[in-house]
Nanobody, 120 residues
Framework: QVQLVESGGGLVQAGGSLRLSCKASGSFFSINAMGWYRQAPGKQRELVAAITSGGGTNYADSVKGRFTISRDNAENTVSLQMNSLKPEDAAVYYC??????????????WGQGTQVTVSS
């Protein structure tokens, strides 16, 4: 049983910043990759940023230079620092984690989502 809980969403003016956080809890052996996805109304869910257990990162082209993903393995958390926010960044942001829940058994888990609204 694994739960991912996001926090940090809200309303911000264009050009402002927000920091999203996600914490994994429950029973599992380890966390592999973690990431953030977002979905705007009427659009497909897209990868925003991902980070491996070793610290390697990957970003969508649209957020490079503005967003930074990080993780704290001791706390089982992943964060997304979002700077210079644009109206097109508005979406529900979802935390994702690939977790080894049993020995040699990996599964993907999702948070409930947190709303990010950017006003112009």
């Amino acid at each position: 049983q694994v739960q991912l809980v996001e926090s940090g969403g809200g309303l911000v003016q264009a050009g402002g910043s927000l920091r999203l956080s996600c914490k994994a809890s429950g029973s599992f052996f380890s966390i592999n990759a973690m990431g953030w996805y977002r979905q705007a109304p009427g659009k497909q869910r897209e990868l925003v940023a991902a980070i491996t257990s070793g610290g390697g990162t990957n970003y969508a082209d649209s957020v490079k230079g503005r967003f930074t993903i990080s993780r704290d393995n001791a706390e089982n958390t992943v964060s997304l620092q979002m700077n210079s926010l644009k109206p097109e960044d508005a979406a529900v942001y979802y935390c994702n984690a690939r977790i080894e829940v049993l020995r040699a058994v990996r599964r993907d888990y999702w948070g409930q989502g947190t709303q990010v609204t950017v006003s112009s």
